[in-house]
């Protein structure tokens, strides 16, 4: 069975600092997801990474893929307040569209 | 507003009845996802219809089932509920088949079995 293991679950953090929330996965798979959902809210999706090395960067957020370590990486630069809700990240097994999810990292950010 | 939408909003039944959710994509996307959150089972994919085919299944119990109609708006149809089917139920929607493109999701329906 394909495991998503995401870490912390929880994390506080102050304005202004950086930090990085990890994605591992159990699995060979090429497409890792990247999500946010504020409380109460559904679902936006942040980031598609799509080979190994791949990086992509918006804001203060920026992702990264190591398909070889199975390892996914969302780093937050000077955070600020706005940055408080759940991101999710997801694989996508290799040769079908299928989802399997993270547990989530709850970050909240103190001013 | 990501231009998907769902109705109802909030569902309450009682076991063993069924309801359908139902999800209307943007405009122009032939691909809609139907995912279930809950406290339990956490964020999980359920099932893709690309332009009124399935095309990929994921943990989708039996009793569920889903379709997508010719004007693209998709049902998911949740029979014989349990306690356990609490949670709240996402579509969302994509231009295209492949799962890397990016995906826009719904408000969510919460569905409340009791």
């Known amino acids: 069975e394909l495991k998503v293991e995401q870490n912390p679950l929880f994390l506080s953090m102050q304005e202004g600092k950086n930090y990085t929330i990890y994605c591992n996965y159990s699995t060979t798979s090429d497409r890792l997801y990247w999500y946010r959902q504020d409380p109460g809210k559904s679902l936006e999706s942040l980031f598609v990474l799509l080979s190994n090395g791949a990086v992509k960067q918006e804001g203060r957020l920026m992702a990264s893929l190591d398909t070889k370590a199975r390892l996914s990486t969302l780093h937050i630069t000077a955070a600020v307040h706005d940055l408080s809700a759940t991101y999710f990240c997801a694989v996508d097994r290799v040769g079908g569209n299928q989802f399997y999810f993270g547990t989530g990292t709850s970050l909240t950010v103190i001013p | 507003d990501s231009g998907v939408t769902q109705t109802p909003k909030h569902l309450i039944t009682a076991t063993g009845q069924r309801v359908t959710l139902r999800c209307s994509p943007r405009s122009g996307d032939l691909s809609v996802y139907w995912y279930q959150q809950s406290l339990d089972q956490g964020l999980q994919f359920l099932i893709q219809?690309?332009?009124?085919?399935?095309?990929a299944k994921g943990n989708i119990l039996e009793r569920f089932s889903a379709q997508q109609f010719p004007d693209l708006h998709s049902e998911l149809n949740l029979s014989s509920l349990e306690l356990g089917d609490s949670a709240l139920y996402f579509c969302?929607?994509?231009?295209?088949?492949?799962?890397?493109?990016?995906?826009?999701f719904g408000p969510g329906t919460r569905l409340t079995v009791l």
């Open positions: 219809y690309y332009n009124g085919e399935e095309r």
């Open positions: 969302a929607s994509s231009v295209g088949l492949v799962s890397y493109n990016e995906q826009f």
